[in-house]
Nanobody
């Protein structure tokens, strides 16, 4: 069964950057929209960014101007470049494509 695998999370200081990557373990045909979501323990999962096949992007208000989502269809991968990270509660970032979800990657930003 195909799974999505995220990578690139970690612990950083406020103001630093992280690049998250997501790739499937097998082939997912015709991924129309890739997405990144964020979940803090005890809270609902929230959309961070999405990108469709035309390259149209959508961002949560809190990350506009700091985060950039991109996709590489030739490699069947997508990325979330996170700049100027703010000190917020530790969260797990999840990648999604079609009906698939990854296991998540932890991001912690300290002040």
């Amino acid at each position: 069964q195909v799974q999505l695998v995220e990578s690139g999370g970690g612990s950083v200081q406020a103001g630093e950057s992280l690049l998250l990557s997501c790739a499937p373990t097998g082939t997912i045909y015709n991924v129309f929209t890739w997405g990144w979501y964020r979940q803090v323990p005890g809270q609902n999962r929230q959309m961070v960014a999405t990108i469709n096949k035309s390259g149209d992007t959508n961002y949560a208000d809190s990350v506009v101007g700091r985060f950039t989502i991109s996709r590489d269809d030739a490699k069947d991968k997508n990325y979330l470049q996170m700049n100027h990270l703010s000190p917020v509660n530790p969260a797990v970032y999840y990648c999604s494509a079609c009906t698939y979800w990854g296991q998540g990657t932890q991001v912690t930003v300290s002040s």
